[in-house]
């Protein structure tokens, strides 16, 4: 009997070893998913929340535009001039408006949140009258949604 143990001595070495180096790979295999996983969510987080400021920048600065229409000199102030701001828990952003045609504004914001970038653009139509619906009256989000809650005339 005693012989027996002896010759499988060896083997208990290996089989401890073989199961610890399996185990050691799937662990790290399971950790570095993990770390890339999170990684990816976090970019991910920082490119949503920069959209959003972006996008929060342009109707504040729509609304802005559809509550001063009948106020020229307060949209002369507006046209063709960068603004910029930050907020440490929206990101710094950079909001332009630009005149596309006599009745056509474009409103411009780029936001970075975290080394992350997003940029928005959008349009407000000044409606030629009331003569009927027509469907881009109002404003089009280029990169957005088209339902943007805007409901006023420029």
């Excluded at 027996?4 to 790979?25: E, H, M, N, R």
């Excluded at 799937?26 to 920082?46: E, G, R």
């Excluded at 509550?67 to 603004?83: H, L, R």
């Excluded at 474009?106 to 027509?134: F, H, R």
């Amino acid at each position: 009997m005693k012989q027996t143990i002896k010759k499988q001595d060896g083997y208990t070495l290996v089989w401890v070893l073989g199961i610890l180096f399996v185990v050691a790979s799937l662990s790290t295999a399971l950790v570095s998913l993990l770390y890339f996983t999170s990684k990816t969510t976090q970019i991910q987080h920082n490119s949503q929340q920069a959209y959003f400021t972006a996008k929060s920048a342009v109707a504040s600065v729509a609304n802005y535009i559809m509550e001063n229409s009948s106020d020229s000199s307060a949209i002369d102030n507006i046209i063709n001039k960068t603004g910029s701001g930050s907020n440490s828990t929206m990101g710094e952003y950079t909001v332009s408006v630009s005149p596309e045609s006599a009745t056509k504004l474009k409103i411009l914001a780029t936001a970075t949140y975290d080394g992350e970038t997003s940029t928005v653009a959008a349009y407000l139509v000044k409606q030629p009258g009331s003569s009927g619906i027509i469907p881009t009256d109002n404003v089009i989000y280029v990169n957005g949604t088209a339902t943007s809650g805007f409901c006023c005339r420029v």
